[in-house]
Nanobody
Framework: QVQLVESGGGLVQPGGSLRLSCVAP????????VAWYRQAPGQAPGKQRA???????????NYDDSVKGRFTISRDNAKNTVYLQMNNLQPEDTAVYYC???????WGQGTQVTVSS
C-alpha cells in the first residue's frame, strides 16, 4: 500500500519559518496534482481539512488566501518529494498538516505545526 510520509513540523515562534516535506516512495508525485491541507486543533470531528496549497502536474499552483505571500509549494519529481515552505508563521497557522495526492486520493499521516511564543 502506497503511503505518503510527511516531515518537518515542529514548534516555532511567531514570524518564524518551517519547511514541510512529503515523500511518496513509489513515485506517484510524477503524476497529477499534490496538495497540502491542514486541520486546526479543536475542530469538530468530521470537519473537512482545509486546503492550504496545491501544485499541479504542469507546475501551476494555487493557495488559500490566508497563506498567499507567506507559503510556497514546490515539487521535486526526481526525489518524489513535495515541499511546503512556510514563512512568517502566525499562531493561527497552528494545525496538523497533511499532504495528499489529489490524483490518487492518498493521504499522509500528518505532521504537527505549532506556532507559539
Amino acid at each position: 500500500q502506497v503511503q505518503l510520509v510527511e516531515s518537518g513540523g515542529g514548534l516555532v515562534q511567531p514570524g518564524g519559518s518551517l519547511r514541510l516535506s512529503c515523500v511518496a516512495p513509489h513515485g506517484i508525485f510524477g503524476v497529477g496534482a499534490v496538495a497540502w491541507y491542514r486541520q486546526a486543533p479543536g475542530q469538530a470531528p468530521g470537519k473537512q481539512r482545509a486546503l492550504v496549497a496545491e501544485i499541479r502536474g504542469s507546475g501551476s499552483t494555487n493557495y488559500d488566501d490566508s497563506v498567499k505571500g507567506r507559503f510556497t509549494i514546490s515539487r521535486d519529481n526526481a526525489k518524489n518529494t513535495v515541499y511546503l515552505q512556510m514563512n512568517n508563521l502566525q499562531p493561527e497557522d497552528t494545525a496538523v498538516y497533511y499532504c495528499k495526492s489529489q490524483t490518487f486520493g492518498i493521504w499522509g499521516q500528518g505532521t504537527q505545526v505549532t506556532v507559539s511564543s
